[in-house]
């Protein structure tokens, strides 16, 4: 018997070799040092560190979750660091990667440190890792600050967020917590003084009251009766198929339609002579090949252009050589091709082309600057091309610039007036809006209701994500404008949807089959 427990021993001692030699560089036997259950876990300055530690991992976790469900606004992102630092760059990418690498290095840690409590080994981080873990803790901190400040609209995806995943989330609480309870158990039990056990069972055991009443409070669109659920939101393609072609191009649009797209949203600007093309940015230097055609006009105004200057330009080089968007599929040999030989698109080209397959079309005009000649005829040259040029069928027209709103609807009656912000029902009547364009930070599943119940839709823009669109659908929204409508296509159903019934029992199981493990774990 003797001889059997020293062998079990012995062959345990590798195990925490590796545990402390990863955590601490103490890979000898006679370098760590054992710790009675119950007592103080280590040092009076490493007792000082070890909140750090859980600090690091904490900020990390948050940041990390923040960034992955952004994942829906990293062009935006990506585009703003463009007009910041003049170069196209995948920063969103490299970001996420960063945040997953330090959450892996620090749960980690956490990890080994958890081992060697259990194992009644005292904890002593080497101080790399601790170097490591205040990196960890800066970059962590300083990204969320960050965010805060320079991207304020990002805490109301987080929030978003939160009515889809909530319920998962509260699952993975509470394994964790069964997952503690072997430590906290192991210490806490054993104690010599009642101060001690009260000082780690107590918090403890608050957290877990809180994570088991928290449902309570939790509420989801998706959790809803069987029959309730309306249909499955229009898709408007953002600028075409922006993530399989060249955005506001030819092969864009097409590329929304042969995906079963409802729609087409765009950018409209006036040449200085007068024909209007589609072009989202200020400038032609993004998304053309204007530094070698025109070396000398990188920064000039898209609209001191003329048409013929306009049409030398290609338009669909730099989407091969860029890559927009962080999470792009591969381009087959012909797509590149024909992505190759994009040319800037007319906007009478654009109607034309949405017309004869019946779809809508949204977009957002831009007053060409100071000194232009169509400067103050902007709206009335847009209108004419629409109505005499395009021939484009009035009720696929969503109108939606807020200039000259009633002149607009008295020479066109047939438009569907659209509005880009809420406001109140009344004024929305008397202004003959009958859709809204709003952000999708803006979602609220009863102001959708309110608007609908007085024959007003609501498009929510840009949604990628199938989570959000599944969150849309969910709230009510008639349609999204998106970048993906190759992807949401494909949902038959939103994500996460589950009956209250449904959500009640996953609820209740996983509290009592959690207090279960946890009561066995503590009576052992």
Not at 298 to 307: E, G, P, Q, S, V
Not at 446 to 460: H, P, Q, S, V
């Amino acid at each position: 018997v003797v001889r059997r427990r020293l062998l079990q021993r012995y062959e345990h001692q590798p195990f925490i070799s590796c545990l402390a030699g990863f955590y601490s560089c103490r890979w000898k036997r006679y370098q760590r040092q054992r710790t009675e259950p119950g007592k103080c876990c280590c040092k009076m300055r490493e007792c000082l560190f070890f909140p750090l530690l859980v600090g690091a991992f904490c900020f990390s976790l948050v940041f990390l979750y923040m960034w992955g469900e952004g994942k829906n606004d990293y062009n935006n992102f990506d585009w703003y660091n463009y007009g910041n630092l003049g170069f196209w760059f995948l920063w969103s990418l490299v970001i996420l990667i960063l945040a997953a690498v330090l959450f892996s290095y620090v749960l980690l840690l956490m990890v080994l440190a958890m081992c060697l409590l259990a194992e009644g080994q005292q904890l002593y981080l080497h101080w790399s890792h601790k170097i490591g873990t205040f990196v960890v803790l800066g970059f962590s901190i300083a990204c969320l600050f960050a965010l805060t400040i320079l991207w304020r609209d990002h805490w109301k995806t987080i929030r978003l967020s939160f009515q889809i995943t909530a319920p998962y989330l509260h699952i993975g609480a509470i394994a964790i917590m069964v997952l503690l309870s072997w430590p906290v158990a192991l210490h806490a039990i054993r104690a010599d003084k009642k101060v001690i056990q009260v000082v780690i069972i107590g918090p403890y055991v608050a957290i877990l009251l809180f994570l088991f009443l928290i449902p309570l409070g939790m509420y989801s669109p998706c959790i809803r009766e069987v029959g309730t659920l309306g249909p499955k939101p229009a898709l408007i393609g953002h600028r075409g198929a922006p993530m399989l072609a060249p955005e506001n191009t030819e092969m864009s649009f097409q590329k929304t339609i042969e995906h079963g797209g409802d729609g087409l949203e765009t950018d409209v600007t006036i040449s200085y002579d007068g024909i209007p093309f589609l072009m989202h940015d200020t400038t032609l230097k993004r998304t053309t090949n204007i530094k070698d055609v025109y070396p000398n006009d990188t920064d000039k105004n898209a609209a001191l252009f003329t048409w013929d200057a306009l049409e030398k330009l290609n338009a669909g080089t730099w989407f091969l050589k860029d890559k927009p968007f962080s999470f792009m599929g591969s381009l087959s040999e012909a797509d590149k091709k024909q992505a190759m030989n994009q040319s800037i698109y007319k906007l009478s080209s654009f109607l034309r082309l949405a017309d004869s397959h019946n779809k809508l079309v949204i977009f957002d005009l831009y007053r060409p600057p100071e000194k232009h000649p169509y400067r103050n005829l902007w709206i009335s040259r847009i209108l004419a091309v629409i109505l005499k040029e395009s021939g484009i069928k009035p009720h696929l027209v969503l109108w939606l610039n807020n200039n000259v709103r009633s002149l607009v609807h008295s020479a066109a009656p047939g438009f569907q007036q659209t509005m880009g912000s809420k406001a109140p029902i009344e004024d929305l009547l008397k202004n003959n809006i009958v859709k809204l364009n709003l952000v999708y930070t803006d979602m609220s599943s009863e102001d959708i209701r309110k608007y609908a119940e007085a024959n007003i839709t609501t498009n929510l823009y840009v949604v990628n994500e199938p989570w959000l669109f599944s969150l849309a659908w969910c709230s009510g929204a008639h349609s999204v404008t998106t970048n993906a409508v190759h992807l949401l296509k494909n949902l038959s159903q939103p994500l996460f949807l589950m009956t209250p019934q449904q959500y009640n029992i996953m609820w209740i199981l996983t509290d009592i089959t959690s207090l279960l493990l946890i009561s066995l774990i503590f009576a052992l």
